[in-house]
C-alpha cells in the first residue's frame, strides 16, 4: 500500500542510497532516484522498485547536485510528477583521496562541491518547494568528520560542514521542516570495501574485531535510522545520530 509522502534520495543509485530507497519503497511511500553519473545502475534500480512499487511511484532523475540548475530541474520534476516533496535525503557524496601537500585546489573543491555544496543547494530547494507542515530533511555525513583521518582533508572538513549545517538548518527550518544527520561507520558498501581494501580477510577481520557489535553495518541499517527519523522522531531536530555497531562512540 502507497501512502501520499514523497522522499527523494540524492546519490541513490548504489550503496546506502540505494538501499534506503529500496526501504522506503518497501514501506510505500514514492520515491526519487537521484544519480549523476551511475546511470546503469540508477536504471536497474529503478526498474526494480517498478516492479514491486509501481511505474507511478517512483521517479528516476539526473542531476548534479553541485550544479544548482540541475537541483531546481530536479525539484521542478518532483512536484510536476508528483505535486510535493516531503523529505530530502541528502546522501550524494565523493571521494578524491590525497596527500594534504599533494591535493589539489580541483580536487578540494569538487569534494567540498558535492559534499558540502550539494547538501546546502539541495536543502535550500527542498525547504522552497515544501508546502506542507512536517518536512524532513536527513544528511549523511561520517565519522571522519569527527575525527579525521589521513589522505582525506577535502572529505573529512565537507563532513564536519554537513554536521555544522544540520544544526544551522535545523534552527531556522524549525518547526515546519526538521533537520537532522546520521553519521554511518562502517557500511558494507563496495565503496568502503575499496577503500579500506576489505576484500582481504586479513582487512575484514582486523576491521570487524574494531566494531563492539561484531560485524559490519549495512544500507538497512542505516535505512532503518532514516526511517525512524521520519516517522517516529517528531520532538527531535538538530542532531546526530550515530549507525556503526559501536565502532566510533562521541
Not at 38 to 62: D, F, P, Y
Not at 97 to 120: H, I, P
Not at 160 to 177: D, F, Y
Request: proline share 1%.
Amino acid at each position: 500500500m502507497t501512502n501520499s509522502k514523497v522522499i527523494l534520495v540524492t546519490g541513490s543509485s548504489r550503496g546506502i542510497g540505494a538501499g534506503m530507497v529500496s526501504g522506503f519503497a518497501k514501506n510505500g511511500f514514492r520515491t526519487v532516484i537521484n544519480y549523476s553519473k551511475s546511470g546503469k545502475e540508477a536504471a536497474a534500480l529503478h526498474k526494480q522498485i517498478i516492479e514491486t512499487a509501481g511505474r507511478e511511484n517512483v521517479l528516476l532523475i539526473k542531476a548534479d547536485v553541485s550544479e544548482r540548475s540541475e537541483v531546481k530541474i530536479m525539484f521542478d520534476k518532483i512536484i510536476e510528477s508528483f505535486g510535493r516533496v516531503d523529505t530530502l535525503i541528502n546522501n550524494a557524496g565523493l571521494n578524491i583521496d590525497r596527500l594534504f601537500l599533494e591535493m589539489t585546489d580541483e580536487e578540494w573543491q569538487k569534494v567540498v562541491g558535492v559534499n558540502l555544496t550539494g547538501t546546502f543547494i539541495c536543502s535550500q530547494e527542498f525547504a522552497l518547494h515544501f508546502n506542507g507542515e512536517a518536512g524532513n530533511i536527513i544528511n549523511i555525513s561520517a565519522s571522519t568528520g569527527i575525527r579525521g583521518r589521513k589522505n582525506g582533508c577535502n572529505y573529512c572538513a565537507s563532513k564536519a560542514g554537513v554536521i555544522n549545517l544540520t544544526k544551522c538548518l535545523a534552527l531556522e527550518l524549525a518547526p515546519r521542516i526538521r533537520v537532522n544527520c546520521i553519521v554511518p561507520g562502517y557500511i558494507e558498501t563496495d565503496e568502503v570495501i575499496t577503500r579500506y581494501k576489505l576484500g582481504r580477510k586479513e582487512n575484514y577481520d582486523a576491521a570487524v574485531s574494531t566494531i563492539p557489535l561484531g560485524r559490519l553495518g549495512t544500507a538497512e541499517d542505516v535505512f532503518s535510522m532514516a526511517d525512524y527519523i521520519i516517522q517516529n522522531s517528531s520532538y527531535i531536530t538538530g542532531q546526530n545520530f550515530f549507525v556503526n555497531g559501536g565502532h566510533f562512540m562521541y
